[in-house]
């Protein structure tokens, strides 16, 4: 679960610190615990990673990841959810290493995977900045 938080006319990306996406720019997220929805799990790890709080959440994409885990293809599902800022400054954690928000023309500079260059689009491409 991830979540695709917009300030203005910019979007929340951390930097992956670890395998399988190190080095690459991604909205704030991982996985479910046992008896966790959802939501939960995306408002958990957007605070573990960037110490910040999240308001209502809203399903906006599902989207499906091919990965290689200690040499096995695996397929993860990622639901990306939207949030309602609630303010603060991100500071990295957990798996980041860097936390930002980044306006879509430094989205496009950064390595990002296609689903999260297209979301950043979709969420940010009639934005003046």
């Not at 938080?5 to 080095?23: D, E």
């Not at 790890?45 to 308001?55: A, F, H, M, N, R």
């Amino acid at each position: 679960m991830s979540v695709a938080l917009r300030r203005g006319g910019r979007l929340l990306l951390v930097k992956r610190g670890q395998a399988p996406s190190l080095g690459f720019y991604a909205f704030p997220g991982g996985r479910v615990e046992p008896g966790e929805t959802d939501e939960a799990a995306a408002a958990r790890e957007l605070c573990e990673e960037t110490g910040l709080e999240v308001g209502d959440l809203s399903p906006l994409r599902e989207v499906m990841i091919d990965a290689v885990r200690d040499g096995e293809a695996l397929t993860y599902r990622l639901l990306v959810f939207a949030g309602k800022d609630c303010g603060g400054e991100p500071q990295a954690a957990s798996d980041a290493a860097e936390a930002g928000f980044f306006t879509l023309a430094e989205i496009e500079m950064l390595s990002v995977t296609d689903s999260v260059a297209e979301l950043a689009r979709e969420l940010l491409g009639n934005i003046d900045e």
